[in-house]
Structures are given as structure tokens and as C-alpha cells.
């Protein structure tokens, strides 16, 4: 199983003018470009540590074949999942084809994002013997830099000082704690106004 970007998000989740005045930069724009790196660094870091997307973008899951099981599911070990786009498969004979959405069923509020067969009578599809057999297209992420959560953005801030001063200026571990309970595994709860529980 693997994951595959598809569709690269637009824009950033904190402007370079939000990141000058965090470093107390005024109006020099000598740095930008050092920031837009830093801050692209820090995105990279921060999505791969707590298994996010912050800004929407287009992702494929391609997996050497489906489960076994009827009533297994499978997991998209992203979040958030906006919407599954379509899945695809290469079937026995090597033909692509694209199985019906009417054949399966996508969680509602789960991290991950489960998805299920549709009902009795229904079976994961028989794949080719092959690498990345079975293609899921999903959109991910919490949409434009305003809806990405306040956490996120204070522990990009955070980085990107780290990286700009070349210091540890800050444990960030219980932040990125907090932000991986909260944001990951609950991240549609919080989204829909679910109730979170606490461990």
C-alpha cells in the first residue's frame, strides 16, 4: 500500500506576511524566499508526523490487491477525507476498470476513513497478480489556509522560527500530541461538531 499525489494543493497555509511579522521581519522582503522554503519544509514535516492534509488536494491510494473478505474494509490512512473519487482496479484479464460507487459505502466521521462493500452479495473485485492493483482516488485535506486549524498554523509558525533562527526554540512534542489527537484522530468528529473523548 502506498499513497500518491494525484493533485498538488494551491497557496499556502501561512502567508509569508504572517511569517515576517512573526520574526518580526517589518517590511523586508529579503527572506521571503527563505521563508516559503522553510514553510514548505515545515508542512512536509508536520502532515508526515500526524498523517494530515492541511490544504485540499488529490491523493491515490494504490494497493497491490483488495481484501479477501467481503466484510473487510479498507483504511485510508489519511485525514480529512473530503470524498472518495473513484476506485478503481486492473482485473484478471489486465483491463482497468472503474467499480461502481453504488458498490461500496464510505464512513462517516472515522479516522481513518473506512471504506466497506455496500451490502450482502457484494465482494471486493479480483485483481490482476500486480503492483498497485486496485486505485482509490480520494480528495483530502480541511479546504482553503482559513479552515486549516489554529494548531496546524501556530506549530508552522513555530518551524518555520525554529528553522529561520537555526535554534530549538520551542518543544513543539506536546503540541504535535495535542494536534494528533485532536485533528487526527477525531478529525471528522471535530469537523461535523461531534463530541471528542478524552483518553
Not at 485533528?183 to 469537523?191: D, H
Amino acid at each position: 500500500m502506498r499513497l500518491e499525489l494525484s493533485s498538488a494543493p494551491s497557496g499556502d497555509v501561512v502567508t509569508t506576511a504572517e511569517l515576517r511579522r512573526e520574526l518580526r521581519l517589518g517590511d523586508i522582503m529579503d527572506f521571503n524566499n527563505d521563508l516559503d522554503l522553510y514553510q514548505d519544509i515545515a508542512v512536509e514535516e508536520l502532515e508526515a508526523d500526524c498523517r494530515l492534509q492541511l490544504l485540499t488536494a488529490t491523493w491515490k491510494l494504490l494497493l497491490d490487491r483488495f481484501p479477501c473478505n467481503a466484510e473487510d474494509v479498507l483504511e485510508i490512512p489519511l485525514a480529512p477525507v473530503q470524498s472518495v473519487s473513484s476506485i478503481q482496479y486492473y482485473d484478471t484479464a489486465g483491463d482497468l476498470q472503474t467499480w461502481a460507487s453504488s458498490n461500496y459505502d464510505v464512513s462517516d466521521g472515522d479516522f481513518p476513513k473506512r471504506i466497506s462493500t455496500a451490502g450482502d452479495g457484494i465482494a471486493w473485485p479480483s485483481t490482476e497478480l500486480r503492483p498497485d492493483a486496485a486505485i482509490v482516488t480520494f480528495v483530502a485535506g480541511y479546504g482553503t489556509a482559513s479552515d486549516v486549524p489554529a494548531i496546524a498554523k501556530g506549530i508552522i509558525r513555530m518551524k518555520v522560527r525554529e528553522k529561520f533562527h537555526d535554534c530549538g526554540c520551542g518543544d513543539m512534542e506536546p503540541l504535535l500530541n495535542k494536534l494528533r489527537w485532536d485533528y487526527s484522530l477525531n478529525a471528522e468528529r471535530i469537523k461535523h461538531g461531534h463530541h471528542t473523548q478524552t483518553m
